[in-house]
């Protein structure tokens, strides 16, 4: 991040202090900012030397705000987001359902000034960017509030990216999307590594991305995300609903992807007596290979659908995932056969801002139907055996990727070489496993071997909070099945 935008990110968050003392939280904050920048951006636009026609009311633009003060500009404000909210395109998704919650009228004059000081739309494109995503990230790492679930490790993206490779022209969709990180290390990487002329730059900005995102602020927050950055014009490529209700009909040429944690579905739903159920939500697809509740299950059928023939994934999914019998079983049996399963990266513990979770992303590529199985071997490469990590003492970096996107061989795939960490898996002894498991280890692990090998005792601290937490969710979930008996 430049130092330019590094202050003012340091200037609007320092004013979020004094916001918190009245009950804004980080994620509220960034969302109020979130409206009064697009209010502000799309006034500058009307001005010299754009002189373009503006896409908000004159009745609800930053002109009629700002010059109002006390209960005057409170009103405003809340008419303004009322009425914004219901407009279509880019505008109805990043003001739906908005809500003013600056109740003083003197702090809110107060943001808008900060705002008002800067000018946003002369900033370039990366600078206006590093900031929103400077924001994001502060917000992430408010963990308390759960702000976190929907922040995948950047360094983990840029890696997924690196491998998976986007060219100009491809579609890439992720059905779960948050505020948007893969789009947009995407969209870098296309624009780093390719000469674009009019036609492809013109694609990359509104023909290339589509995601889906069921809560309201995470869709809000990654379209103003893409606005900054340049992607999507009057048109949002964000689309506000649960995904896995249906087959959008659409097919992608790559899908990247980490949906939600936890195997129930988020979506409310009330039954014959009235009574509101929250879990046990079972889509039923004609294009799905079994019915299940599980979420993670249902989002690895629903990215198989996605895919254009030849198309190209990379799923986080949680170990149930690999292992689980079942609908679990049925689906892994299915995608080793339909689709090119090549490649498992098991993640390491400690890089997710949710807790007690252990992930991998499966790398996968759907082929056209046919008798003989589409896997020939597995790849999986071990990042966890002996890796400790923490989100403050010792993060996830991208250096500790590196060795995995040189065994992945990005420029060929087809000709790698077995390592320590990396080894390969035939299909017919994947097949052979209980429950067609793919949950393989073969590294020891040192620490249960030699107390000198031990890692430090704040990581030792975390794995054991981590571990407590896994369990927990187990015990959840058992109770909610006995529950539903």
Known sequence: MSKESVNIVQKLWSYCNVLRDDGVSYGDYVEQLTYLLFLKMADERTKPPFNEKSVIPKKYDWEALHKKDGDALETQYRHTLLELGKAKGLLGVIFRKSQNRIQDPAKLKRLIGLIRDETWAGMDIDVKGDIYEGLLQKNAEDIKSGAGQYFTPRELIKALVEVMRPEPGMTLCDPACGTGGFFLTAHEYITGNFKLDKKQKKFLRGGTFKGWEIVDSAARLCAMNLFLHGIGAEESPIVVADSLIADPGERFDLVLTNPPFGKKSSVTITNEQGKAEKEGLNYERDDFWTTTSNKQVNFLQHVKTMLKINGRAAVVVPDNVLFEGGAGETVRKKLLHECDVHTLLRLPTGIFYAQGVKANVLFFDRRAAGEKASTDKLWIYDLRTNKHFTLKTNP?????????????????????????????????????????????????????????????????????VENLEAALEQFREIEESLSAG
């Open 396 to 464: 996830l970096k991208y250096e500790d990727l590196g060795d995995f996107i040189k065994c992945y061989n990005p420029e060929n795939r087809h000709k790698r070489r077995k390592s320590e960490r990396f080894q390969a898996y035939a299909y017919k002894d994947l097949i052979a496993r209980d429950k067609t498991s793919l949950d393989i280890f073969w590294l020891k692990d040192e620490s249960l071997e030699d107390a000198e090998n031990l890692p430090e005792p704040d990581i030792i601290a975390q794995e054991i």
